[in-house]
T-cell receptor, first 112, second 111 residues
Framework: GEDVEQSLFLSVREGDSSVINCTYTDSSSTYLYWYKQEPGAGLQLLTYIFSNMDMKQDQRLTVLLNKKDKHLSLRIADTQTGDSAIYFCAESRNSGNTPLVFGKGTRLSVIA | SQTIHQWPATLVQPVGSPLSLECTVEGTSNPNLYWYRQAAGRGLQLLFYSVGIGQISSEVPQNLSASRPQDRQFILSSKKLLLSDSGFYLC??????????FGSGTRLTVV
């Protein structure tokens, strides 16, 4: 199967942590990505993790990968109103020419 | 540095009219190129991708077509637009296993 699943909506208060979850089905995935889409804009690569890692931290962003459960999460610390956007999870396969498989996106709303 | 250009930013077209959206990439050679569509409130739907000049893979059969006349140019076309073709069209490029870089998108409204 090629499904990448995400919850559609998440609402958090400013200053709290946000955790966006993603599950995938292909055990041969090599890289897993998180993209951010602000209203009316294209997608911006936020961060990625290689499949042999279980955690990656980049400033306020922490990516956790549970390869056994095929579960990926993105944690945003001290969430700000500027973090309001749609977040897409995506996986890539062994072949560099195979298109990424994207989830449907999680709309994060930050309440001031 | 690599850049991707996509135009126009917005487009309003009548039903039955033709369509041509263009995407060009600078600063890289032989990129993989992609066209996605995003309907309102929905996820990304892969329409076409290309791994080289003249090589087009279609993911969803519909009244759209794509062409890659040059290494860094990817064109999305339609001979006759339908109302259901409305959406946000995104072009992207990648190199091998690298993540995608997306263009800024074209908002197409078919009326």
């Amino acid at each position: 199967g090629e499904d990448v699943e995400q919850s559609l909506f998440l609402s958090v208060r400013e200053g709290d942590s946000s955790v966006i979850n993603c599950t995938y089905t292909d055990s041969s995935s090599t890289y897993l990505y998180w993209y951010k889409q602000e209203p009316g804009a294209g997608l911006q690569l936020l961060t990625y993790i290689f499949s042999n890692m279980d955690m990656k931290q980049d400033q306020r962003l922490t990516v956790l990968l549970n390869k056994k459960d095929k579960h990926l999460s993105l944690r945003i610390a001290d969430t700000q109103t500027g973090d309001s956007a749609i977040y897409f999870c995506a996986e890539s396969r062994n072949s560099g020419n195979t298109p990424l498989v994207f989830g449907k996106g999680t709309r994060l709303s930050v309440i001031a | 540095s690599q850049t991707i250009h996509q135009w126009p930013a917005t487009l309003v077209q009548p039903v039955g009219s033709p369509l041509s959206l263009e995407c060009t990439v600078e600063g890289t050679s032989n990129p993989n190129l992609y066209w996605y569509r995003q309907a309102a409130g929905r996820g990304l739907q892969l329409l076409f991708y290309s791994v080289g000049i003249g090589q087009i893979s279609s993911e969803v059969p519909q009244n759209l077509s794509a062409s890659r006349p040059q290494d860094r140019q990817f064109i999305l076309s339609s001979k006759k637009l339908l109302l259901s073709d409305s959406g946000f069209y995104l072009c992207a490029w990648s190199a091998g296993q690298g993540g995608y870089t997306f263009g800024s998108g074209t908002r197409l409204t078919v009326v």
